[in-house]
Nanobody
């Protein structure tokens, strides 16, 4: 059974930091990514990483503040979030696919998903 389990969300003040983790089990993924979904909005791409961490990808609003990384020995992907802003408030989802990056910034590019973890940034 394939599972992606996120952890690390919570409530933080603006300017603070959080580190999200996503532990995968049941299979390994060539490409892993983080998405987020705010209330009433679509699920948007945040960051992605290829299998050997040689390539990372970010949406514009988080560049320079968020860092995606992975530990293949632990089958885990991380999202370090610094300088958080109230507009970063959302449910954050981990996603995985078994093929290469291929420009995968849309939710439907990923067949495997975690259950999500809430991140709330207060002003």
């Amino acid at each position: 059974q394939v599972q992606l389990v996120e952890s690390g969300g919570g409530l933080v003040q603006a300017g603070g930091s959080l580190r999200l983790s996503c532990a995968a089990s049941g299979r390994t993924f060539s490409t892993m990514a983080w998405f987020r979904q705010a209330p009433g909005k679509e699920r948007d791409f945040v960051a992605g990483i290829n299998w050997n961490s040689a390539s990372t990808y970010y949406t514009g609003p988080v560049k320079g503040r968020f860092t995606i990384s992975r530990d293949n020995a632990k089958n885990t992907v991380y999202l370090q979030m610094n300088s958080l802003k109230p507009e970063d408030t959302a449910v954050y989802y981990c996603a995985g696919k078994t093929t290469g990056w291929e420009g995968a910034v849309r939710a439907y590019d990923y067949p495997y998903w975690g259950q999500g973890t809430q991140v709330t940034v207060s002003s």
